[in-house]
């Protein structure tokens, strides 16, 4: 109801959509700034919005002075509109991109908003460091890449959930404000104000409520949802992530892993053209951790690690006798066949250095030419060890027993060996190029042991959590050889990434009593922390189970970026601060008192507070 | 790659698919027992899944002893896997509901597991209080009526995302763990354990965010989030709600509202069968609150109010002169038009009290027949008023200026008459039938008031909030007369209820730094608040806006109930309490002491928080 004066001129049209055929048609175009040209006589902009760019022409005898005068003030970032005719160009004179066939010669301009000079450049080499660019994330989304990468999110978001609304899953929202979980993770809290002294804990996942659905009969759940973990930051964790939570009952991995196959197909297919090809493989925990030395397999190329212990047996040679002295070490070691000149002893050096780092003693390689080895391999190994190491590599990564080769070994505790022969595996995978960019290996990886020791504690820790169902057959293990019981766990991995977790889940109040006692949680804690679970497992809860993936590694993927902030539109820094609006920060005192806290003075700690890098580690 | 023991056989079907096409298809169920019949040497069951009923048919002839002895032993809520055979049910053998032509003649069970009885009762009348559902809301959720709100949840936002995204709109997510913004209510607080001293706060609106997005040229953005609010709950208030929260740049009225209008049509078309007809009219505030006393009309019947102090400038009557010498007094009516014997004393008596229960002296009413009122109007007005107010109505609500019906007149203050007055017209409403169920009647009010006077802190609050733009040609008031600025804010109400709000933004950084200093922040106050988003506006910012709509509400609408918590699978009570889980709850010290934070012991305040009821108020 109002009739004053405009803010803008109501656009017919945005920059991205305008071909030849719109020739001659009077147009009205909003956008940016975002080059110009002065020729004098003349003057082009390139006018850009979310969709594209398009050219237009300023002319002084077209436009008169006084407009003439407002074009040749525009700067970079000012926002304008624009009403003019389309002029389609021909021949050189064509510009680049969609509407570079087309041009607008203004007949009317208004100065909708100026800009500063921008503090940091948006594109080309010279970008910003990246803590000045999360301050002026406002202006860093307004790359086209970031712009993109966005916009991919937005799409991989709703394709999955058209993909399971066609399968019957219901997204249900479940509650934000909630009652901690135990999922590994220390919760971030929220303290109530009308419960004095009590605390909501923000959901690490929506596990609990995800059982309950299928309980309440809700058969099949999708919900692409937040989820928050206190931790210490590595560079591809956020504090809040996104996850997709599935669930459903009568669930078993042979119904869920072609539903979540066909999923990930799908998408591979829409935002890569690439087709993955299934059933994805699948392979035990226990074989992966033998062949790859770590629970997610980079399988893009096909070095395999093996034990060689039992190849060594008599072996007298120093390391190996340290590591089989160990309570649980292991000799393991990693053949590269082929051209041994490959590897010169300075990058031999670096592997060295490399698996040092995991706190071994070194790394025993020796280059295998003709029947001989040099190095420590060919001192410690006989001529009879080296021929059947050989073997079992050539039969393992199929390739011929007599080729040329270096062995890479490694003694010492399983844990380290394991930890560093996986990452020199990848090192050396890169190093040679031993697989393409663009390709991308699934793996299910299966049969999870149920529980990991925790030496600190003292105790059985869920390898996934406690509500995972033991493989059928193993529920026996639970109070026999914990150590021992298998789980209905399951990851998809690829490239050596989880994409995703998760399990069949006990649907038995009792066997879930007995999993917390396995824990060692007595039935007080568990009543106390789980009761109202423990109740609603006892009225007909059918067997069920999901898993979760994350949607921000699922996007980076799809995006081809190994940078978590490049999905996230405004992301934390690994100090869990947000440079843009500088949260977390001071409330005032009131606010404190209603919810019945007083802050902790901590000696020393509040000036750490104000030490706010990227890399650092809080 | 297990062997053991299978838990449950994969259904072919689910209980809502079988036809008479698929009869003697051998096929396998599963589901929980709803419903049992012993006939002595026949049991029939039956199997209920989210998807419908299917009767089971088990015959100790076909199933063997020992099945048959399983099959008698079920009782409700079991969950059990049946093979069996289709058979097609002829004539009045033929059953209720999609299902009912067939049965399925089992010839194996598996009884997959138990169901204690349940401890409240899931249809019927005999249902639990309410307080009861929520602590086994797990059962609660199974009863089909809040199924098929939660399935018509699901399906609205999906259609509400599949809208905005043809139209260019892109799902962005926004963070929750971020800084405090002032929309009015209180924040819940999350404390850094990075940051000592420092706290995150759960966003009551993205509103910084969506603007943010809008000038990093995002240009259309939607997205369906979770907000939070600590306050004191009213009925149909939760401290957590779901908000499709929409922005756009170049946006005005008439760019926005068309857009919202197709979505509402859609939704009411595809989920409620009605037709809304478009463009919804437009209202401004002010003709609300003369008509209606209240910003959200219920148009579902015409009887408007109607301010009456002009006409009684010279009437020397006690109330009027009390309400004339009030500061802020008015002398406001309504008119029922038709018999007046609808309404019996008994009835205006309750009147009297409700329009008291505002802080009003009474209600003066008068039953109008022939030329004169009885009762107070008839005793306060004289001929010549009478037939003026009269001849107001007539031409207000569009009767003959000579039709009987009831007069009542509040006096007093102009708040309280108002809110005194819009409850009346409601409940006489409903008392008289005036709207027939199942009508929705929408209306946009615009032109808000810019600022709302704190009697309290003796300054202007935003109405909307502060990013809100003036009116054009409004902004000169902000410093000569704030009060009578209006701003560019506007209110989607449907049937008395606000379905969303919104306003166009201001774009220009002078502008809002001016509105700041309007609401009585000063530069410094302003500059450690919205510092960023001051700096941010003044690189290029696109006029915009846009607005947020309550989901739930929504949905409650369409779901045609009245109780927010039938549309939410968790809700919590008016304390913020889970019943549930018992959220929230104490935590251990230790976790405490990593925030940084110490609970200060409250006198008093421990015991009460423990007094958990549903309708008090915290």
Sequence with gaps: MSTAPVRFWERTHNNGELRESDGDATVTLNGWVDRRRNLGALLFVDLRDRYGKTQVLFDPDVLGDEQ????????????ISVQGT??????KEAGKGDTGAVEILATKLMLVTRSKPLPIVLEGKEQAGEELRLKYRYLDLRRQDLQRKMIMRHKVDLATRAYFDERDFLNVETPVLTKSTPEGAR??????????GEFYAL?????????ILMLSGYDKYMQIVRCFRDEDLRADRQPEFTQVDIEMAFASQDVLFPLIEEWVAQLWRDFKGVEVSTPIARMTYADAMEQYGVDRPDRRFTLKL?????????????????????????????????????????VLDGYTTLVRSFGLGGLLWGKVTGDSASGAAGKFLSAEELASVRARFAELNGHDASEDGVLMICAGKTKSVNDALSRLRLKIGQDLSLY????????????FPMFDWNEDEERWDPTHHPFTSPLPGHDGLLETDPGAALSDAYDLCCNGLELGGGSIRIHDPEMQARAFRAIGLTDEQAEHKFGFLLEALSYGTPPHGGMAFGLDRIVMLLAGTDAIRDVIAFPKTQRASCLMTTAPSTVDLPQLEELHLWPVPVA???AQGEDETLDGRG
């Design 68 to 79: 003439y005068n407002v074009a040749k003030s525009l700067r970079d970032e000012f926002v």
């Design 187 to 196: 919760d971030y809290l929220v303290p109530s104000r009308v419960h004095p």
């Design 306 to 346: 093996s034990t060689i212990s039992d190849l060594l047996e008599g072996n007298e040679g120093a390391p190996f006798t340290a590591a089989n002295a160990l309570e649980d070490g292991t000799i393991k070691a990693l053949f590269v066949p082929g051209d041994v000149t490959r590897m010169s002893r300075k």
């Design 203 to 211: 959901p690490q996942s929506p596990q609990i409520f995800k059982q």
């Design 436 to 447: 393409e960019e663009g390709t991308f290996e699934f793996v299910w990886v299966v049969d």
């Design 604 to 606: 020393g700690l509040a």
């Design 86 to 91: 389309v002029r389609v160009r021909r021949g």
